[in-house]
């Protein structure tokens, strides 16, 4: 079954951020100033989470990702493109270093939601309109957001700030790797 791989990455994603759950987030979390001498908060900083909702909001979003990805028969390039966008979501912040501190793994939801929407647009039929109307959410999303405002912002509901420029590092990091794998597989 082609979207096993799918499903055990969203898996992987959620386990590891309840792994990391009561670890010192101060030692994964994404901080600019350290990415050259520490290269793994690039990917552990996905995993951290700040509060007990920020944890329960992405533990949903892999939810919601996995089954997509299952019923998309979402497979293993695909799944590759979002390993291979872990750690460019966060480097992609680099861009943003007034963001001192990042954690969670929204923007590697987004980079998931970007990969799927990639990959349904390739095919034909009716799973083409389906990618091509998530594709246009997360553009509206985004948008919505204003990510190249403020790095963060309060969101009614949420215990912690949003960083949207994350979700639009994750977004265009997903495209990207999902361009990257599709090449390998097209060959």
Known sequence: MASRVWLMLCAALAALSLLAWPLPREALDWQPALAGAQPWRAVTAAFVHWTPIHLGANLAGCAVLALLGWRATMGSSEALAALIALPLTQLGLLLRPELLHY?????????????????????????RWVGAGIALG????????????????????FDFPVAPFAHLTGAVAGALAWRLTMRRSDK
């Open 103 to 127: 954690g969670g793994l929204s923007g590697e939801l987004h980079a998931l939601a970007a990969i799927a929407a990639m990959a349904l647009l390739t095919r034909g039929g009716r799973e």
């Open 138 to 157: 997360l553009v509206i999303k985004l948008f919505l957001e204003h990510p190249l405002g403020p790095v963060l912002r309060d969101t009614p509901g």
